[in-house]
């Protein structure tokens, strides 16, 4: 009876250290609730706290993106496997990045999960960014990413794991309480 109620609360760990896992929002949210994502078209844009601002950006072929850290923690702007990407940035640093064909681009800081966001880029004639296709990778520009790219949300593993080593660690608990002592 013990080992099943172990069992029990093993699960139970899990399950609410799953629903107790934060969403990360577009944009930022590393530490905390997050800021909901923005849309923009700027050619400068600022990392604030874990957020960039704009998250969405929506640039023409050929623009210039420049990335200005105005947090109080270093960070990075590094593109889909690490296709591009700037150094540490610290306070006050900033990095720059041409897009020369058309397509889109996410972007994350490889510091904090969750702070993410998107460079969309359109080409002559199109009418939205977001509906100009992939182009391919050039030698001055980085590629545009497929919809399927990117890295994995690690924060609701994360938090099994840790629902289960709680869980663990009471089924632990009840069986010594349950065993003679030696």
């Not at 706290?49 to 993106?65: E, H, K, Y």
């Not at 700037?86 to 904090?112: A, E, K, R």
Request: glycine share 12%; proline share 7%.
């Amino acid at each position: 009876m013990r080992i099943r109620l172990a069992a029990l609360l093993a699960t139970a760990a899990a399950l609410v250290a799953l629903t107790a896992a934060p969403a990360v929002l577009a944009g930022g949210g590393c530490h905390g609730a997050g800021t909901p994502a923005s849309v923009g078209t700027a050619t400068a844009l600022k990392i604030d706290g874990c957020t960039f601002l704009p998250s969405i950006d929506r640039v023409a072929v050929g623009t210039r993106v420049t990335w200005v850290n105005t947090s109080n923690a270093q960070h990075d702007v590094t593109g889909t496997q690490s296709a591009w990407g700037s150094p540490l940035l610290d306070v006050g640093d900033s990095y720059s990045q041409t897009f020369t064909q058309p397509g889109i681009y996410p972007y994350s800081c490889s510091i904090h999960p969750g702070m993410a966001g998107i460079i969309e880029v359109a080409g002559a004639g199109s009418a939205a960014a977001a509906e100009v296709a992939p182009a391919a990778l050039t030698e001055n520009a980085p590629g545009p990413a497929s919809k399927t790219s990117g890295s994995p949300d690690l924060a609701p593993l994360a938090a099994g794991a840790f629902g289960l080593a709680i869980g663990a660690a009471l089924a632990m608990l009840i069986a010594r309480r349950r065993s003679p002592a030696g």
